[in-house]
C-alpha cells in the first residue's frame, strides 16, 4: 500500500467529513483529536486539504517548534503537492543574536508573505510560535515596494539600480544569495528575497529582451519567464513602525 492509498483511506473517513464540517463552520471551533501517532497527523491535514469545502478556506498550522514545523512542511508538501503551501520560520539564526538574520528564513517568510498579500489561491502556511511572534510589514507597503519586471517592456536600468540600492540590494560580480545584483553589460542578474533562486534579465538597450531563472551555482540560465517580481527584505528594509 502507497501513501496515495493511505491517503484515500483518510478522505473516505467518516471522521474526517465530521471535521471538515466543523472547521467550515463561522464560528470558532474548538475541535480535539486524539492519539494521532507517526505521520498520522499529516495525513489527517492532507485530507482535509483535499475535501472540497476545506480547500476554499485559508489554513494556519501552528508547530511546536521549527523541527517540528520543517518535517511537517515536508511531509504535507509530498502528500500533496499543494503549490501554495509555505514553511514560515523566524528570520534568526539563533536565539541568542537577534541581529543574526538568517538570509534563507528571510526568504522563506518574504515569499509567503508576498503571496498571501497578492492573494489568489487559498493559501496554507506552516510555522510555529518563534516565527509568527515575529512582526511583519504592513500588506500595503508590501505591495507598494515591490519591483515588477516584464519581458518585451522598457526598463529605466539606472533608476532601477538606484532603487535596489535604496532597498538594501548590494552590488557584486555574481549573485549567489538574496539581496545581490550583478550587472555585465547588457545582462542583468537580481536574486529577490521573494524567489529561491537568482532571475537573469537581459536587456537590448532599455528594452527587456528576456527572463530567465538562473542556477546561483553554474550561474547558468535555467526557464524563461514573461515576468517577475523583485522583493526587498522586509525584516530590514521598513522600520517598526510599518509593521503589525
Wanted: charge should be negative; aromatic fraction near 10%.
Amino acid at each position: 500500500m502507497g501513501a496515495k492509498d493511505l491517503l484515500e483511506m483518510y478522505q473516505n473517513n467518516p471522521r474526517l467529513f465530521q471535521l471538515a464540517d466543523r472547521l467550515t463552520i463561522a464560528s470558532p471551533q474548538k475541535i480535539s483529536l486524539k492519539n494521532l501517532q507517526g505521520s498520522s497527523s499529516q495525513f489527517v491535514v492532507s485530507a482535509t486539504l483535499g475535501h472540497d469545502a476545506c480547500s476554499q478556506l485559508n489554513h494556519l498550522i501552528i508547530l511546536n517548534d521549527a523541527e517540528d514545523a520543517a518535517y511537517f512542511h515536508n511531509t504535507l508538501e509530498n502528500l500533496t503537492g499543494a503549490l501554495d503551501l509555505f514553511y514560515f520560520p523566524s528570520s534568526f539564526k539563533n536565539r541568542k543574536n537577534y541581529q543574526l538574520l538568517n538570509s534563507s528564513h528571510v526568504m522563506l517568510r518574504t515569499e509567503a508573505l508576498t503571496k498571501i498579500t497578492t492573494g489568489g489561491n487559498k493559501k496554507i502556511v506552516i510555522t510555529y510560535p518563534e516565527a509568527i511572534f515575529e512582526k511583519v510589514v504592513l500588506p500595503e507597503t508590501l505591495s507598494a515596494n515591490i519591483i515588477h519586471i516584464k519581458s518585451g517592456s522598457l526598463l529605466n536600468v539606472e533608476q532601477l539600480l538606484l532603487k535596489l540600492s535604496d532597498y538594501g540590494f548590494e552590488r557584486t560580480d555574481f549573485v549567489y544569495e538574496p539581496g545581490q545584483f550583478a550587472i555585465r553589460g547588457g545582462i542583468l542578474d537580481i536574486y529577490s528575497f521573494g524567489n529561491e533562486k537568482p532571475y537573469r534579465i537581459e536587456l537590448f538597450g532599455n528594452d527587456v529582451d528576456s527572463i530567465r531563472i538562473v542556477d546561483p551555482e553554474t550561474q547558468l540560465s535555467e526557464r524563461k519567464l514573461l515576468q517577475v517580481t523583485i522583493i526587498p527584505n522586509v525584516d530590514t528594509q521598513f522600520t517598526s513602525e510599518e509593521r503589525i
